[in-house]
């Protein structure tokens, strides 16, 4: 079952934060997430580890809370450069082979 | 040439062909994957190898078939596609299976008429 992603689809005006959130209905060993723009191959951005977690890097940062089962990813002042679509890919338990990604989040940064 | 590449870039087939899609890895991985991407649907893994060994076949028909002769390439062979397996074909490697993040390809867009 693919994790869920919320909210689909965001516009912000450059400067303001996005949160970015991604729910299991399994237990979960790690959280992955990926920012693809139009056109172009997915990038990786982080992993969160089982262990509830915190990471980031510049203005982008992640939290994994594994009792929820979720993963929330923080824009923050955000960039044009940051407009793309985030997905986050889940594994649900070591020597799983299977990342599971969501549905994505459209994130567009307007002027 | 860094990174992973695949080639073609684009490709239209007709349903009777058959054709090759191709990725290379510079990357000194373990783990190679086959992902396919269609509008407004998630990622969907296809197929994983890891030490050249398939260890996923995620229920993928069989007018699709992979083929890794080592670590640092990946094919996928089609033949008799459909209308509906048009779309994104990604190319990722990793590390290893789990832990590690994967890197993509810039992907082949099929178009099968």
């Known amino acids: 079952q693919q994790p869920v992603q919320s909210p689909q689809a965001v516009i912000l005006r450059e400067g303001e934060d996005a949160v970015i959130n991604c729910s299991s209905s399994?237990?979960?060993?790690?959280v992955h997430w990926y920012r693809q723009k139009h056109g172009e191959a997915p990038v990786f951005l982080m992993i969160l580890l089982k262990g509830g977690e915190q990471k980031g890097h510049d203005k982008i940062s992640a939290s994994f809370n594994e009792k929820k089962q979720q993963s929330s990813l923080y824009l923050t002042a955000s960039q044009l450069s940051y407009s793309g679509t985030y997905f986050c890919g889940t594994f649900s338990n070591f020597g799983n082979e299977k990342l599971t990604f969501g549905t994505g989040t459209r994130l567009t940064i307007i002027p | 040439e860094t990174g992973v590449t695949q080639t073609p870039r684009h490709l239209v087939m007709g349903m009777t062909n058959k054709k090759s899609l191709k990725c290379e890895q510079h990357l000194g991985h373990n783990a190679m994957y086959w992902y396919k991407q269609s509008a407004k649907k998630p990622l969907e893994l296809m197929f994983v190898y890891n030490f050249k060994e398939q260890t996923e076949n995620n229920s993928v028909p069989s007018r699709f078939s992979p083929e890794c002769p080592n670590s640092s390439h990946l094919f996928l062979h089609l033949h008799t596609l459909q209308p509906e397996d048009s779309a994104l074909y990604l190319c990722?490697?990793?590390?290893?299976?789990?832990?590690?993040?994967?890197?993509f390809g810039p992907g082949t867009r099929l178009t099968v008429t």
């Open positions: 990722a490697s990793s590390q290893d299976r789990v832990s590690y993040e994967q890197y």
């Open positions: 399994k237990a979960l060993y790690s």
